[in-house]
């Protein structure tokens, strides 16, 4: 089920497999990421680990049951243990481990309060690493709170929609259509967007400055009347639906209160937002030679950026649109 999209869902690059608080020391978690099921496990050592869900046995599922044992996961069926590099290190009824008794373990990287994977439809090894956020965990910012979202859509989709300028006015009623610039830095792509926002003193410049790091991980920092930021992290679930989290920050204001007004009335205006867009992501297809205009954001630019994250040749001719690059 492509609806139109010329690639993948599987792009290359980061992706969100789970929170670092969803998985503690000797715990397991199965998630489902990528049309695979996969363990996410944290030896007593305090390491984490991404493993393909099923036993090279008889196929076990190793979150079903399975435990940890030391920093190994020991399946439910036979209780051969695998450790985090997905070894078979033991067979507790066999005298010799057969070579084939290996479960695919993924790079991964435990960054920002999460655990990302990075994914290569050739296999190759990351080509770019995550920034640490410095506002993680800063006194001078409000600690996280996260929203999660499935939607039926590819992750570029979701992505294209920070440069549709357009439909911020159309879709999600903002009175004034924010300007973006955008610039490919590498595996970056850099957004500026002003826009106008209201405040109870008057009109005021909002600046939006968002970084995305490949289609998993993306900053979106807003200053202005106060200072945000949501980090964006994600991944494909299968097919047809990805995964979308947001973990809102406020810098803090003078008193808690205040801070705290803040982030309710951002995290209800962004959640009003995201409601708004889904059923746009869920039932469009995508062309790949839009009818792009001059008023539209940076979008041409983007799906420029994009394609370095898919491994296939692309087959769309280029596209165009007034006063922007061709792809
Ligand atoms: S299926 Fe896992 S040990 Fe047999
Ligand atoms: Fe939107």
New binding site residues.
Partial sequence: MSRGFPYTPYPNGWFRVADSDEVEAGSIRAVQYFGKQLVVFRGEDGIAHVLDAY?A????HLGVGGEVVGNTIK?P????RYDGDGNCVEVPYARKIPPRAKVHAWTMCEKNGMILVWHHAEGKPPSFEIPDVPEWGSQEWSPPQRRSFKVRAHCQEMAENVVDDAHFKFVHQVHSMPQSTAEIDGHIFRVVSISKVGTPRGETEGRIEIASHGLGFGLTRFTGVVEMLVVISGAPIDEEYSETTLRFMVKKLANEEATRGVGKAFIAEIERQFGQDIPIWENKIHLTRPALCDGDGPIALLRKWARQFYSETPAEPALERPGQDPL
């Fill in positions: 036993c046995h008889l196929g076990a399946c069926f036979h209780a051969w």
